[in-house]
């Protein structure tokens, strides 16, 4: 029985191994970073959105809501400041009474994982939300 070459293809298989499995680690902690990005600028935008009472109806009523173009307004303006947004590929923001929130999504393309799987990427999406609550 010839065996010549054996070990060469076995190593050969296994650093295959090795490198897809590198792949998917390593976009995998590139997806989870994003996804943290994300999380951190969707809740920096809602708490500076929920600052925006509708002040007219507060002092009429005592009801507590948001003034939502000014709470929209807000958000987006501290999501354009902030260093990381072009990761935001679509925002979503919604103020509803007296609670802000706002969506993000992103995708973090493959980066070793393309050898194997080609041009692709992975879809992320990240929620923050902020309610306003009356000064005691």
């Known amino acids: 029985m010839n065996d010549r070459g054996s070990i060469t293809l076995w190593v050969l298989g296994l650093t295959v191994m090795v490198l897809f499995l590198g792949g998917i680690s390593l976009d995998l902690w590139r ?3 994003v996804r943290e990005d994300l ?3 969707a809740d920096s935008a809602a708490n500076a959105g929920a600052s925006r009472v509708d002040e007219t109806t507060y002092r009429d009523t005592g009801a507590l809501q ?4 000014a709470a929209a307004a807000a958000a987006n303006a501290n999501l354009n400041a902030q260093q990381d947004s ?3 590929t679509n925002r979503t923001i919604d103020a509803s009474g007296p609670v802000l929130t706002v969506q993000l999504e992103g995708e ?3 980066t070793l994982l393309r050898i194997f799987l080609g041009a692709g990427s992975v879809p992320i999406s990240a929620t923050g939300s902020a309610e306003a609550i009356p000064a005691s």
Do not use: Q, R, S, Y
Not at 66 to 69: N, S
């Open 108 to 110: 973090v393309g493959f």
């Open 39 to 41: 999380a951190a600028m």
């Open 66 to 69: 948001l003034d939502g173009a």
């Open 86 to 88: 072009g990761k935001i």
């Open 31 to 33: 997806a989870f970073e």
